[in-house]
């Protein structure tokens, strides 16, 4: 990506996630209302991420899971992201399948930890499990969406998915972007891949920031 590319992709997510977040702000306070109201614990859901040449940042999400809940992880070192997992509430299900707990990302993307198109940001300890084409993902900002989430999202398995994000960051352009950035409606609403398959999990208590 050239110095002139990342400006205008800077300026570009700046003055959308402006616009979005001052045009539907009664959106965001109500849903944070709502998380609060269902469940236990904050509405706001804190947690570090990974961010661009590997350095973390703070993520932020409306809450989705009940108040201390145990982190669960798949073999492969991802998070669990099953439809019947019992740590998700009744509104972060449905916050979950429309994709609308990641909405206080567009505070990341002002910020300028985030951009809107980008590999999704993982768990800080995940990047043991990465191979060394697939740390190319670090090399970008991570985004609210992504070249991976246009091919199948959750349904995918997700050492594919980072070498999908491995294959943005080698073919990277802005018009890349654009097209991305334009198939993400469409399956948003269709909340098509928001669920990963049933599989095994494993408790890993290690790991820090556990979702409340």
Known sequence: MTRAEQAIKRMLDFLFALLVLVVFWPIFVLLFLIVKVDSRGPGIFRQKRLGKDGKPFTCYKFRTMIEDAPHLRKPDGSAYT???DP????????????????LPQFLNV???DMSMVGPRPEQVDQVRFYSERQ??????????TSWAMIQGRNTLPWQERLDLDAEYVENYSLWLDVRIFMLTLPILLSTRGAF?????????????????
Request: proline residues 8%; aromatic residues 2%; glycine residues 10%.
């Open 82 to 84: 099953g439809e019947d």
């Open 87 to 102: 740590r998700i509430t009744r509104v972060g299900r449905f916050l979950r399948r429309t994709s609308l707990d990641e």
């Open 110 to 112: 002002l910020k300028g």
């Open 135 to 144: 740390k190319k993902r670090l090399l970008v900002k991570p985004g609210m």
């Open 196 to 212: 990963g398959p049933q599989e095994e999990v494993q408790s890993d208590i290690d790991v820090p920031d556990v979702q409340p």
